[in-house]
T-cell receptor, first 110, second 115 residues
Framework: DAKTTQPPSMDCAEGRAANLPCNHS???????VYWYRQIHSQGPQYIIH???NNETNEMASLIITEDRKSSTLILPHATLRDTAVYYC???????????FGTGTSLTVIP | EPEVTQTPSHQVTQMGQEVILRCVPI?????FYWYRQILGQKVEFLVS????????KSEIFDDQFSVERPDGSNFTLKIRSTKLEDSAMYFC?????????????FGPGTRLTVT
């Protein structure tokens, strides 16, 4: 069920942009890319999602390549509270299931 | 800001006992979900629920599991006869929209320990 590939861990300096990559080379035309994060053992938190256009909200930006085979989540000014595991999820084209992979553990360093 | 709540935060039970985990989704949400996360492992989908019926379930959600929306506010997960391997964090989530525009809001989880 793993349709995405993410680096297991990344560091980012506080105040700098955090760029989290995700590969989804087998994505199909009607599948969306979702990003969630999980801080420590809390419930996952929705960040952003998109189909093919770049998206921005108050938390982050999502850049999807033109061929849709990869994307990057950008946290523009990372804070210590952004330390979390970030999950890139390609939504299956039928049904309501989210498949959470192992994600990227982002550590924001003071 | 509205949030999903779950009770209890921690439940300890003996193997073979029935447990009911409770969730209060966000009030205007129509789509409800249960997930579990065994310590140190991935978050796993269990079941989704809409219009008073299960819309999808995973292989984990076998006959030992059931869900119910007994009234207009609660959403429950029942495990009929708990096993040691049911020990996990159980997360409830809700959404006001369906795929592809849904954003699932997760609760803080219930830690279930089966001894």
């Amino acid at each position: 069920d793993a349709k995405t590939t993410q680096p297991p861990s990344m560091d980012c300096a506080e105040g700098r942009a955090a760029n989290l990559p995700c590969n989804h080379s087998t994505i199909s035309g009607n599948e969306y890319v979702y990003w969630y994060r999980q801080i420590h053992s809390q419930g996952p938190q929705y960040i952003i999602h998109g189909l093919k256009n770049n998206e921005t909200n108050e938390m982050a930006s999502l850049i999807i390549t033109e061929d849709r085979k990869s994307s990057t989540l950008i946290l523009p000014h990372a804070t210590l509270r952004d330390t979390a595991v970030y999950y890139c999820i390609v939504r299956v084209d039928t049904g309501n299931q989210f498949y959470f992979g192992t994600g990227t553990s982002l550590t924001v360093i003071p | 800001e509205p949030e999903v709540t779950q009770t209890p935060s921690h439940q300890v039970t003996q193997m073979g006992q029935e447990v009911i985990l409770r969730c209060v989704p966000i009030s205007n949400h129509l789509y409800f979900y249960w997930y579990r996360q065994i310590l140190g492992q991935k978050v796993e989908f269990l079941v989704s629920f809409y219009n008073n019926e299960i819309s999808e379930k995973s292989e984990i959600f076998d006959d030992q599991f059931s869900v119910e929306r007994p009234d207009g506010s609660n959403f429950t997960l029942k495990i009929r006869s708990t096993k040691l391997e049911d020990s996990a964090m159980y997360f409830c989530a809700s959404s006001d929209r369906d795929f592809p525009k849904e954003e699932q809001y997760f609760g803080p989880g219930t830690r279930l320990t089966v001894t």
